[in-house]
């Protein structure tokens, strides 16, 4: 069962704010070792993937075109 584009931005949105929250809480953490800063990594990694989700059903939402077909000569 998939979720439509506004509940998708909504829970897209709530996972950014509670990763960056967390990347701020632990910032001293993440940059203390090595292991920790690629763990940083990561996270800021699933940070940008659900950024540009929120981006795309933000998109989707407002009746802008998107995907493969946004091109001009399609």
Do not use: H, P
Not at 15 to 39: C, D
């Amino acid at each position: 069962m998939a979720a439509g584009a506004g509940s998708s931005m909504l829970y897209s949105l709530l996972l950014f704010l509670g990763i960056l929250s967390l990347q701020e809480m632990y910032r001293g953490k993440l940059a203390s070792t090595e292991l920790f800063t690629i763990l940083g990594g990561f996270t800021s990694s699933l940070l940008f993937l659900v950024l540009l989700t929120f981006i795309g059903n933000f998109q989707e939402s407002n009746g802008m075109k998107t995907g493969w077909g946004a091109g001009e000569f399609f």
